[in-house]
């Protein structure tokens, strides 16, 4: 009689692990995916100075940083034609301007390019908005 009520405690541990491994996974998977569908876009024209600073003092290290970790990093021109990008976003004026995207819809932007402070901490405003929102030291 021991050994039958041994087994369904038995029973209910393996299966409680069970659920919590498959929720874990289901997790891990669901914040990947989120990560996948996340893209920091760069709108930038042909003879824009700040696009050049840009290019100097961020461009370099960007790759490294966690900000890059936290979504995928490209460069539209906003005279290139054919970039349908611009079609499902409000209009991009200024250059260089900086669009957080998550899943094709934009969650925010940083229109301007006045600095290495500047450009961190309003870069790391519009992350923290996505969902999850990303995980950046302070």
């Not at 100075?49 to 003092?57: A, F």
Request: with cysteine; proline share 7%; net charge neutral.
């Amino acid at each position: 009689m021991a050994k039958e009520l041994i087994r369904p405690n038995l029973f209910k541990s393996t299966a409680i692990r069970f659920v919590t491994v498959l929720l874990t996974m289901f997790a891990g998977v669901l914040f990947a995916s989120a990560r996948e569908n996340a893209e920091i876009i760069m709108f930038e024209q042909r003879g824009c100075e700040w696009c050049e600073i840009w290019n100097e003092e961020i461009a370099p290290v960007f790759p490294k940083t966690p900000e890059a970790k936290c979504a995928k990093f490209r460069r539209v021109d906003i005279h290139q034609p054919g970039s349908d990008i611009l079609e499902r976003i409000d209009p991009v004026v200024y250059t260089p301007t900086f669009v957080v995207m998550e899943n094709g819809k934009e969650v925010g932007r940083v229109r301007g390019y006045a600095g290495e402070d500047f450009f961190w901490f309003h870069l790391d405003q519009q992350l923290k908005k996505l969902t999850p929102p990303c995980s950046l030291p302070n």
